[in-house]
Every structure is written in structure tokens, then in C-alpha cells.
């Protein structure tokens, strides 16, 4: 069965550099999820989308912002890198009609130096 | 606001011991969603189970094992004869319907086990 996929798998940037995630849904599913889990850490819910409107907000920085295009697909941009934004980051995705069963992908590793 | 409490920050154990993972949760709502994940070196987050506040059956699945009891908010995991495949951090999570209309869960800090050979 498919997945959800992210893009790239490992991403390594510098200080102050831009990062772009990518995170294609589960066939047929609309609502895209995000999630950060620092080293050592729990993932901690940043934002969520449905049908391209943002839906719920957690603790994204301001310096990130993400969107949902018209084929479900989502991207996480993240600017002004901070050693801090080195994380492993979860995309999930579940149709909008079950939102307790989130398929969550392998992770985007990034690594700030 | 939601609290999942997994007070085991690391467990040792031994193949073939039997382990049991604590998870204590904390919500108002009477409509929830608990879960457990397992997380290994590689990084990615294997679903184990789901159950909703309304279904207190116990679940057993080959080795593993899991205790429902609202009356204690608890959900612990136990795994029979463990083997060091075992090895590796699990997370109890827990959601709730968000102003959004999603169920987002929120983690417990996780609980790292060890499986010795």
C-alpha cells in the first residue's frame, strides 16, 4: 500500500540558509500534518492542513510557514536556519473524516551546521 | 489543555524478560484517542495501536500487550519474552478534537528500552 513520501530524506543546510520539505499525502487523503521532534525529543505538532486552508497552528516559528497545493501535496519552508531547527521532521496525512488515523512518513532529517 | 506522562525515561532489560511501559494521560475531554508508537534508531514512527476512550477491552497482539483503564487514565504497553528487535523508544500519545477539527495527538516524552542479549 502507498505511503505518505517526504522529500528529501536528509537535508543538511548552514546558519541563516532556507530549507524546503516536502510531503506528498497517502492516495486520497486531504489533510497534511506536520510535526518537529528535536534530538531526544517527542514530536511536537506545528501545523496542519485541509483542502489548502490551514486548519490547526502549533508551535511553527514564524520563520517557517507551509502550504497545501491543489493535489494534497505540502511543503514546509523554513527560513533564517538556527542550529536549534536541527530536527527530524514528520509529515502525516489522514482523509478529513478520520483525523485520529494519521499515516505519519519516514522523516525529513535536518542538520543545521 | 491534554498531558501524557511516561515516567520511565529509560528501561534495561534482558531477552526474554517481560517489560511493561507506563503511560499516564490527562484530558477534560470525554472523546479521545490513545495511542502507542515505536521509534527505533532508524527514526521512523511505527504505529502499534490505537484506542478510543469508549473501548477499555484489552488487546493482546502476538507479544505485545495493552491495559486500558480509565479509571486510573492509564495505558500501559507490555511486551511478553522480549527480544532486542524490541530495542528502541516508544511514545504513548493522546488526541483530542482540536478547534480545527482534527484529532492532533500529543506525545509523552517516550521510554527508551534496551534489550540485552
Known amino acids: 500500500a502507498a505511503g505518505v513520501i517526504q522529500s528529501p530524506r536528509h537535508l543538511i543546510k548552514e546558519k541563516r540558509e532556507t530549507a524546503t520539505l516536502k510531503c506528498y499525502p497517502i492516495?486520497?487523503?486531504?489533510?497534511v500534518y506536520w510535526y518537529q521532534q528535536g534530538p531526544g525529543q517527542d514530536p511536537q505538532f506545528l501545523i496542519s492542513?485541509?483542502?489548502?486552508?490551514?486548519?490547526d497552528k502549533g508551535s511553527i516559528p514564524d520563520r517557517f510557514s507551509a502550504q497545501q497545493f491543489s493535489d494534497y501535496h505540502s511543503e514546509l519552508n523554513m527560513s533564517s536556519l538556527e542550529l536549534g531547527d536541527s530536527a527530524l521532521y514528520f509529515c502525516?496525512?489522514?482523509?478529513?473524516?478520520?483525523?485520529?488515523?494519521?499515516?505519519f512518513g519516514p522523516g525529513t532529517r535536518l542538520t543545521v551546521t | 489543555a491534554q498531558k501524557v506522562t511516561q515516567a520511565q525515561t529509560e528501561i534495561s532489560v534482558v531477552e526474554k524478560e517481560d517489560v511493561t511501559l507506563d503511560c499516564v494521560y490527562e484530558?477534560?475531554?470525554?472523546?479521545?484517542?490513545l495511542f502507542w508508537y515505536k521509534q527505533p534508531p532508524s527514526g521512523e514512527l511505527v504505529f502499534l495501536i490505537r484506542?478510543?476512550?469508549?473501548?477499555?477491552q484489552n488487546e493482546i497482539s502476538g507479544r505485545y500487550s495493552w491495559n486500558f483503564q480509565k479509571s486510573t487514565s492509564s495505558f500501559n504497553f507490555t511486551i511478553t519474552a522480549s527480544q532486542v528487535v524490541d530495542s528502541a523508544v516508544y511514545f504513548c500519545?493522546?488526541?483530542?478534537?482540536?478547534?480545527?477539527?482534527?484529532?492532533?495527538?500529543?506525545f509523552g516524552r517516550g521510554t527508551s528500552l534496551i534489550v540485552h542479549p
Open positions: 484530558t477534560r475531554d470525554t472523546t479521545y484517542y
Open positions: 492516495p486520497r487523503h486531504d489533510t
Open positions: 484506542r478510543n476512550s469508549f473501548d477499555e
Open positions: 492542513f485541509y483542502e489548502k486552508m490551514q486548519s
Open positions: 500519545a493522546l488526541s483530542v478534537l482540536t478547534a480545527g477539527g482534527s484529532y492532533i495527538p500529543t
Open positions: 502525516a496525512s489522514s482523509s478529513r473524516d478520520n483525523t485520529y488515523e494519521q499515516y
